[in-house]
Protein backbone atom coordinates (compact mmCIF):
# COMPACT_ATOMS: atom_id res chain seq x y z
CA UNK A 1 0.00 0.00 0.00
CA UNK A 2 1.23 2.81 -0.66
CA UNK A 3 0.79 6.79 0.80
CA UNK A 4 -1.41 9.55 -1.04
CA UNK A 5 1.51 11.52 -1.87
CA UNK A 6 3.09 8.86 -3.95
CA UNK A 7 0.04 7.51 -5.33
CA UNK A 8 -0.24 11.23 -6.79
CA UNK A 9 3.57 11.61 -7.85
CA UNK A 10 2.83 8.26 -9.77
CA UNK A 11 -0.22 9.34 -11.63
CA UNK A 12 0.97 12.74 -12.51
CA UNK A 13 4.05 11.37 -14.07
CA UNK A 14 2.06 8.89 -15.91
CA UNK A 15 -0.01 11.60 -18.35
CA UNK A 16 -1.14 11.22 -21.05
CA UNK A 17 -1.06 13.61 -24.84
CA UNK A 18 -4.34 12.96 -26.80
CA UNK A 19 -2.85 15.00 -29.50
CA UNK A 20 -4.21 18.01 -31.39
CA UNK A 21 -7.64 19.07 -33.62
CA UNK A 22 -8.83 22.04 -35.22
CA UNK A 23 -12.45 22.65 -34.86
CA UNK A 24 -14.29 25.87 -35.82
CA UNK A 25 -14.26 28.25 -33.24
CA UNK A 26 -18.09 28.36 -31.85
CA UNK A 27 -17.78 24.84 -31.06
CA UNK A 28 -14.71 25.37 -28.74
CA UNK A 29 -16.38 26.55 -25.64
CA UNK A 30 -14.88 24.32 -22.94
CA UNK A 31 -12.17 22.99 -24.45
CA UNK A 32 -8.22 23.42 -24.01
CA UNK A 33 -6.91 25.87 -26.17
CA UNK A 34 -3.25 24.67 -28.19
CA UNK A 35 -2.24 27.76 -29.65
CA UNK A 36 -1.13 31.13 -28.99
CA UNK A 37 -4.37 33.74 -30.17
CA UNK A 38 -2.71 36.89 -31.56
CA UNK A 39 -4.01 40.19 -32.12
CA UNK A 40 -3.95 40.56 -35.89
CA UNK A 41 -4.24 44.63 -35.43
CA UNK A 42 -4.04 46.83 -32.66
CA UNK A 43 -7.15 46.79 -30.23
CA UNK A 44 -8.80 49.07 -31.12
CA UNK A 45 -8.05 49.51 -34.50
CA UNK A 46 -8.92 53.06 -34.36
CA UNK A 47 -9.17 56.31 -32.02
CA UNK A 48 -13.26 54.56 -31.36
CA UNK A 49 -15.70 57.67 -30.30
CA UNK A 50 -16.86 55.85 -26.88
CA UNK A 51 -20.15 58.46 -26.38
CA UNK A 52 -22.53 59.73 -28.66
CA UNK A 53 -22.18 63.22 -28.63
CA UNK A 54 -19.70 65.95 -30.39
CA UNK A 55 -16.14 65.89 -31.52
CA UNK A 56 -13.94 69.07 -31.07
CA UNK A 57 -10.67 70.48 -31.19
CA UNK A 58 -9.66 70.90 -27.47
CA UNK A 59 -7.34 73.49 -28.04
CA UNK A 60 -10.91 75.86 -28.65
CA UNK A 61 -12.47 74.95 -25.77
CA UNK A 62 -9.37 75.85 -23.76
CA UNK A 63 -9.16 79.29 -25.51
CA UNK A 64 -13.09 80.10 -24.57
CA UNK A 65 -14.83 79.15 -27.22
CA UNK A 66 -18.03 77.76 -26.07
CA UNK A 67 -20.09 77.26 -29.97
CA UNK A 68 -19.11 75.03 -32.29
CA UNK A 69 -20.59 75.28 -35.99
CA UNK A 70 -21.33 71.41 -36.64
CA UNK A 71 -19.29 70.42 -39.94
CA UNK A 72 -20.63 66.90 -40.29
CA UNK A 73 -21.38 63.58 -39.29
CA UNK A 74 -18.70 60.39 -38.16
CA UNK A 75 -21.50 57.61 -37.77
CA UNK A 76 -20.27 53.95 -36.50
CA UNK A 77 -18.99 52.26 -39.20
CA UNK A 78 -18.35 54.81 -41.76
CA UNK A 79 -14.48 55.75 -43.00
CA UNK A 80 -12.67 58.28 -41.11
CA UNK A 81 -13.69 61.85 -42.20
CA UNK A 82 -11.60 64.87 -41.47
CA UNK A 83 -12.94 68.07 -39.95
CA UNK A 84 -11.45 71.06 -42.16
CA UNK A 85 -11.92 73.89 -39.80
CA UNK A 86 -10.44 72.85 -36.38
CA UNK A 87 -12.99 75.64 -34.46
CA UNK A 88 -15.71 73.31 -35.81
CA UNK A 89 -17.36 70.14 -34.47
CA UNK A 90 -18.57 66.94 -35.69
CA UNK A 91 -21.75 64.91 -34.78
CA UNK A 92 -20.28 61.50 -33.44
CA UNK A 93 -22.08 58.27 -33.12
CA UNK A 94 -19.93 55.48 -30.13
CA UNK A 95 -17.88 52.97 -32.05
CA UNK A 96 -17.14 55.22 -35.02
CA UNK A 97 -13.65 56.25 -35.98
CA UNK A 98 -12.74 59.64 -34.15
CA UNK A 99 -12.54 62.44 -37.07
CA UNK A 100 -9.13 63.84 -38.23
CA UNK A 101 -8.49 67.43 -36.65
CA UNK A 102 -10.44 66.48 -33.17
CA UNK A 103 -8.78 65.03 -30.01
CA UNK A 104 -11.98 65.52 -27.53
CA UNK A 105 -15.48 64.15 -27.65
CA UNK A 106 -18.57 65.75 -25.51
CA UNK A 107 -21.48 63.90 -24.85
CA UNK A 108 -24.95 65.08 -26.09
CA UNK A 109 -26.18 65.02 -23.01
CA UNK A 110 -23.65 68.28 -21.93
CA UNK A 111 -24.61 70.23 -25.04
CA UNK A 112 -27.11 72.07 -26.74
CA UNK A 113 -28.16 71.62 -30.55
CA UNK A 114 -29.69 74.43 -32.81
CA UNK A 115 -29.73 74.20 -36.29
CA UNK A 116 -25.99 73.57 -37.46
CA UNK A 117 -24.59 74.72 -33.89
CA UNK A 118 -23.62 72.62 -30.73
CA UNK A 119 -23.07 74.66 -27.67
CA UNK A 120 -21.71 73.44 -24.80
CA UNK A 121 -23.04 73.56 -21.13
CA UNK A 122 -20.01 72.57 -19.39
CA UNK A 123 -17.13 75.05 -17.84
CA UNK A 124 -14.71 72.12 -17.64
CA UNK A 125 -14.07 69.21 -19.50
CA UNK A 126 -10.72 66.88 -19.72
CA UNK A 127 -8.55 66.69 -23.52
CA UNK A 128 -9.09 63.51 -24.69
CA UNK A 129 -12.10 62.60 -23.07
CA UNK A 130 -14.62 60.18 -24.21
CA UNK A 131 -12.29 58.39 -26.72
CA UNK A 132 -10.92 54.85 -26.63
CA UNK A 133 -7.37 55.39 -27.66
CA UNK A 134 -5.79 53.09 -30.71
CA UNK A 135 -3.91 49.83 -29.09
CA UNK A 136 -4.82 51.30 -25.82
CA UNK A 137 -5.87 47.78 -24.60
CA UNK A 138 -3.55 45.96 -26.92
CA UNK A 139 -1.02 46.17 -29.74
CA UNK A 140 -0.74 44.07 -32.99
CA UNK A 141 1.40 41.10 -32.03
CA UNK A 142 0.67 40.62 -28.54
CA UNK A 143 -0.87 37.43 -27.13
CA UNK A 144 -4.65 37.92 -26.23
CA UNK A 145 -5.19 34.26 -25.47
CA UNK A 146 -2.38 32.14 -24.39
CA UNK A 147 -2.61 28.00 -25.17
CA UNK A 148 -3.50 25.66 -22.80
CA UNK A 149 -6.40 28.09 -21.66
CA UNK A 150 -9.86 26.62 -20.59
CA UNK A 151 -12.23 28.63 -23.15
CA UNK A 152 -14.13 30.86 -22.33
CA UNK A 153 -17.63 32.13 -23.63
CA UNK A 154 -15.31 35.57 -23.25
CA UNK A 155 -12.73 33.80 -25.48
CA UNK A 156 -15.04 33.24 -28.34
CA UNK A 157 -15.73 37.04 -28.80
CA UNK A 158 -11.70 37.77 -28.96
CA UNK A 159 -11.42 34.65 -31.17
CA UNK A 160 -14.00 36.46 -33.57
CA UNK A 161 -12.63 39.36 -33.64
CA UNK A 162 -9.41 38.19 -34.53
CA UNK A 163 -10.91 36.61 -37.56
CA UNK A 164 -10.25 32.89 -35.81
CA UNK A 165 -12.71 30.91 -37.84
CA UNK A 166 -11.21 27.39 -36.46
CA UNK A 167 -8.41 26.94 -33.83
CA UNK A 168 -6.43 24.63 -32.31
CA UNK A 169 -7.60 22.43 -29.22
CA UNK A 170 -6.78 19.78 -27.07
CA UNK A 171 -8.34 16.40 -28.45
CA UNK A 172 -10.89 14.96 -26.59
CA UNK A 173 -10.23 11.02 -25.01
CA UNK A 174 -12.46 8.46 -25.62
CA UNK A 175 -13.55 7.48 -22.20
CA UNK A 176 -15.33 4.13 -21.27
CA UNK A 177 -16.80 4.15 -17.72
CA UNK A 178 -18.01 0.61 -16.56
CA UNK A 179 -19.77 -0.71 -13.62
CA UNK A 180 -19.42 -4.31 -12.19
CA UNK A 181 -21.34 -6.28 -9.99
CA UNK A 182 -24.80 -8.54 -10.05
CA UNK A 183 -26.30 -6.58 -7.42
CA UNK A 184 -26.77 -3.70 -9.87
CA UNK A 185 -29.81 -2.68 -12.04
CA UNK A 186 -31.00 -0.08 -14.22
CA UNK A 187 -31.90 3.01 -13.33
CA UNK A 188 -35.45 2.46 -15.05
CA UNK A 189 -35.78 -0.92 -13.35
CA UNK A 190 -37.86 -1.62 -10.10
CA UNK A 191 -34.24 -3.17 -7.79
CA UNK A 192 -35.20 -6.42 -5.57
CA UNK A 193 -34.80 -6.79 -2.07
CA UNK A 194 -31.23 -7.66 -2.76
CA UNK A 195 -30.37 -5.12 -5.63
CA UNK A 196 -29.17 -1.59 -5.74
CA UNK A 197 -29.81 0.92 -9.18
CA UNK A 198 -26.56 2.14 -10.93
CA UNK A 199 -25.54 5.00 -9.50
CA UNK A 200 -21.87 5.62 -9.99
CA UNK A 201 -21.24 5.43 -13.33
CA UNK A 202 -23.76 8.15 -13.28
CA UNK A 203 -21.47 10.47 -11.00
CA UNK A 204 -18.74 9.20 -13.18
CA UNK A 205 -20.65 11.04 -16.54
CA UNK A 206 -20.93 14.08 -14.57
CA UNK A 207 -17.71 14.67 -13.43
CA UNK A 208 -16.84 14.46 -16.68
CA UNK A 209 -18.89 16.64 -18.14
CA UNK A 210 -17.79 18.78 -15.79
CA UNK A 211 -14.27 18.77 -17.19
CA UNK A 212 -16.00 18.65 -20.82
CA UNK A 213 -15.29 15.08 -21.49
CA UNK A 214 -17.69 12.76 -23.17
CA UNK A 215 -18.14 8.97 -21.64
CA UNK A 216 -19.73 5.91 -22.64
CA UNK A 217 -20.78 3.53 -20.28
CA UNK A 218 -21.07 -0.26 -19.24
CA UNK A 219 -22.38 -2.88 -16.70
CA UNK A 220 -20.27 -6.23 -16.67
CA UNK A 221 -21.80 -9.05 -13.98
CA UNK A 222 -19.03 -10.59 -12.00
CA UNK A 223 -18.42 -13.20 -14.59
CA UNK A 224 -14.55 -13.73 -15.23
CA UNK A 225 -14.49 -14.49 -18.65
CA UNK A 226 -16.92 -11.93 -19.40
CA UNK A 227 -15.63 -9.36 -18.21
CA UNK A 228 -11.90 -10.53 -19.41
CA UNK A 229 -13.50 -10.26 -22.94
CA UNK A 230 -15.38 -7.20 -22.88
CA UNK A 231 -12.57 -5.06 -21.15
CA UNK A 232 -10.08 -6.73 -23.90
CA UNK A 233 -12.22 -5.06 -26.75
CA UNK A 234 -12.43 -1.57 -24.48
CA UNK A 235 -8.46 -1.80 -23.44
CA UNK A 236 -8.25 -1.57 -27.91
CA UNK A 237 -11.37 0.78 -28.65
CA UNK A 238 -10.47 3.37 -25.62
CA UNK A 239 -8.17 6.34 -24.51
CA UNK A 240 -8.97 6.14 -20.83
CA UNK A 241 -11.13 3.19 -18.64
CA UNK A 242 -12.56 4.27 -15.36
CA UNK A 243 -13.98 1.37 -13.84
CA UNK A 244 -16.40 1.27 -9.91
CA UNK A 245 -16.54 -1.38 -8.42
CA UNK A 246 -14.61 -5.21 -7.95
CA UNK A 247 -11.19 -4.02 -7.03
CA UNK A 248 -11.04 -5.15 -3.31
CA UNK A 249 -10.93 -8.56 -1.72
CA UNK A 250 -13.90 -9.67 -2.03
CA UNK A 251 -14.75 -13.52 -3.81
CA UNK A 252 -16.14 -11.62 -7.22
CA UNK A 253 -13.33 -9.04 -7.07
CA UNK A 254 -12.21 -10.26 -10.16
CA UNK A 255 -10.70 -6.80 -11.94
CA UNK A 256 -6.93 -6.81 -10.57
CA UNK A 257 -6.64 -10.56 -11.99
CA UNK A 258 -8.45 -10.23 -15.14
CA UNK A 259 -6.43 -6.67 -16.03
CA UNK A 260 -2.88 -8.53 -14.98
CA UNK A 261 -3.64 -11.28 -17.71
CA UNK A 262 -4.55 -8.83 -20.11
CA UNK A 263 -1.21 -7.39 -19.83
CA UNK A 264 -2.12 -3.99 -18.23
CA UNK A 265 0.62 -2.65 -16.10
CA UNK A 266 -0.48 -2.23 -12.44
CA UNK A 267 1.17 1.24 -11.21
CA UNK A 268 0.06 0.81 -7.86
CA UNK A 269 -3.09 -1.13 -5.86
CA UNK A 270 -4.54 0.36 -2.69
CA UNK A 271 -3.44 3.56 -1.32
CA UNK A 272 -3.54 4.58 2.46
CA UNK A 273 -6.57 6.36 2.59
CA UNK A 274 -10.34 6.80 3.16
CA UNK A 275 -12.75 6.96 1.85
CA UNK A 276 -10.95 4.83 -1.32
CA UNK A 277 -8.16 2.96 -0.24
CA UNK A 278 -8.67 -0.30 -2.68
CA UNK A 279 -7.81 2.15 -6.02
CA UNK A 280 -6.31 0.59 -8.36
CA UNK A 281 -4.18 1.84 -11.50
CA UNK A 282 -3.04 0.58 -14.64
CA UNK A 283 -1.84 1.26 -18.09
CA UNK A 284 -1.55 0.12 -21.14
CA UNK A 285 0.91 1.89 -24.47
CA UNK A 286 -2.73 3.50 -25.56
CA UNK A 287 -4.82 3.51 -22.55
CA UNK A 288 -5.10 4.43 -19.00
CA UNK A 289 -7.10 2.62 -16.66
CA UNK A 290 -8.48 3.88 -13.38
CA UNK A 291 -10.36 1.34 -11.01
CA UNK A 292 -12.13 3.04 -7.69
CA UNK A 293 -13.55 1.00 -4.92
CA UNK A 294 -16.91 0.40 -5.87
CA UNK A 295 -19.21 2.62 -2.81
CA UNK A 296 -20.23 5.70 -3.72
CA UNK A 297 -18.17 7.77 -1.76
CA UNK A 298 -14.72 6.37 -2.48
CA UNK A 299 -15.38 6.85 -6.42
CA UNK A 300 -16.62 10.37 -6.08
CA UNK A 301 -12.99 10.97 -4.25
CA UNK A 302 -11.08 9.37 -6.10
CA UNK A 303 -11.93 10.93 -9.60
CA UNK A 304 -11.53 14.11 -8.19
CA UNK A 305 -8.24 13.27 -6.19
CA UNK A 306 -7.19 11.70 -9.00
CA UNK A 307 -8.40 11.96 -12.29
CA UNK A 308 -8.90 15.42 -12.28
CA UNK A 309 -5.61 16.68 -12.20
CA UNK A 310 -4.21 13.66 -13.70
CA UNK A 311 -6.44 14.80 -17.13
CA UNK A 312 -5.58 18.88 -16.43
CA UNK A 313 -2.21 18.04 -16.61
CA UNK A 314 -2.07 15.58 -19.49
CA UNK A 315 -4.00 18.88 -21.37
CA UNK A 316 -1.68 21.00 -20.05
CA UNK A 317 -4.08 22.65 -17.50
CA UNK A 318 -2.62 24.26 -14.19
CA UNK A 319 -4.23 23.42 -10.82
CA UNK A 320 -3.81 25.46 -8.22
CA UNK A 321 -3.82 24.02 -4.78
CA UNK A 322 -6.83 25.21 -2.20
CA UNK A 323 -7.08 25.37 1.45
CA UNK A 324 -9.86 25.99 3.63
CA UNK A 325 -10.15 26.72 7.59
CA UNK A 326 -11.33 23.43 10.12
CA UNK A 327 -14.57 25.29 11.46
CA UNK A 328 -14.72 22.06 14.44
CA UNK A 329 -12.43 19.44 16.10
CA UNK A 330 -12.27 16.16 14.26
CA UNK A 331 -10.81 12.90 15.58
CA UNK A 332 -9.42 10.59 13.19
CA UNK A 333 -7.52 7.53 14.50
CA UNK A 334 -6.44 5.21 11.66
CA UNK A 335 -2.99 6.21 10.20
CA UNK A 336 -4.66 7.30 6.84
CA UNK A 337 -5.22 10.34 4.55
CA UNK A 338 -8.77 10.89 5.26
CA UNK A 339 -11.07 12.70 2.48
CA UNK A 340 -13.93 14.19 4.94
CA UNK A 341 -16.97 15.91 3.27
CA UNK A 342 -17.50 19.13 3.98
CA UNK A 343 -19.72 22.46 3.96
CA UNK A 344 -17.46 25.29 2.49
CA UNK A 345 -18.83 28.71 3.19
CA UNK A 346 -17.14 32.15 3.36
CA UNK A 347 -16.91 34.66 6.48
CA UNK A 348 -15.34 37.54 6.45
CA UNK A 349 -12.98 37.01 3.58
CA UNK A 350 -12.04 32.94 5.00
CA UNK A 351 -13.09 29.93 3.28
CA UNK A 352 -14.21 27.38 6.40
CA UNK A 353 -15.12 24.08 5.78
CA UNK A 354 -17.82 22.45 7.86
CA UNK A 355 -18.02 18.63 8.75
CA UNK A 356 -20.64 16.34 7.44
CA UNK A 357 -21.52 13.89 9.14
CA UNK A 358 -22.28 10.28 7.17
CA UNK A 359 -22.31 7.11 7.40
CA UNK A 360 -19.08 5.99 5.78
CA UNK A 361 -18.24 5.55 1.97
CA UNK A 362 -21.48 4.10 0.79
CA UNK A 363 -23.52 6.76 2.22
CA UNK A 364 -24.33 8.48 -1.53
CA UNK A 365 -26.57 10.75 0.06
CA UNK A 366 -24.74 12.80 2.45
CA UNK A 367 -23.15 14.27 -0.90
CA UNK A 368 -26.05 15.97 -1.92
CA UNK A 369 -24.99 18.10 1.24
CA UNK A 370 -21.37 18.49 0.68
CA UNK A 371 -19.95 20.83 -1.38
CA UNK A 372 -16.06 19.84 -0.91
CA UNK A 373 -14.09 17.03 0.73
CA UNK A 374 -10.94 18.36 3.20
CA UNK A 375 -7.60 16.39 3.20
CA UNK A 376 -6.36 15.36 6.64
CA UNK A 377 -2.96 14.10 6.07
CA UNK A 378 -1.94 11.16 7.23
CA UNK A 379 -0.55 11.12 10.62
CA UNK A 380 0.12 9.76 14.14
CA UNK A 381 -1.96 12.32 15.41
CA UNK A 382 -5.45 11.54 16.32
CA UNK A 383 -7.18 15.07 16.31
CA UNK A 384 -7.31 17.64 14.20
CA UNK A 385 -8.15 20.76 15.81
CA UNK A 386 -10.54 23.80 14.54
CA UNK A 387 -8.91 26.70 13.09
CA UNK A 388 -6.14 24.95 11.36
CA UNK A 389 -5.59 25.21 7.76
CA UNK A 390 -6.11 21.70 5.37
CA UNK A 391 -5.93 21.36 1.44
CA UNK A 392 -9.57 21.11 0.15
CA UNK A 393 -11.53 19.74 -2.84
CA UNK A 394 -14.34 21.42 -4.53
CA UNK A 395 -17.27 19.83 -5.45
Not at 350 to 361: E, M, R, V
Request: proline content about 5%; hydrophobic content about 40%.
Amino acid sequence: MITVQEAKQIILSNTQDFGIEEIPFLESDGRILKEDIIADRDFPPFNRVAMDGIAINYRFFQYGVRDFKIEGVQAAGSPQETMENAAHCYEVMTGAVLPNNCDTVIRYEDVSIETLMATVNLSEIKEGQNIHIKGSDKTEGTVLIPKNKQISPADIGVLATVGKATIKVAKLPKVMIVSTGDELVNVTETPEAHQIRRSNVYSLVSLLNELNIPSETAHITDNKEVLKDKIARYLQEYDILLFSGAVSKGKFDYLPEVLDELDVKKLFHRVSQRPGKPFWMGQTDTCKVFAFPGNPVSTFVNCLVYFYPWYKKSVGLTESTQTAILTEDVIFKPNLTYYLQVKLHSEKGQLLATPIKGNGSGDLASLVEANGFIELPQTKEVNFIKGNVYSIIKI
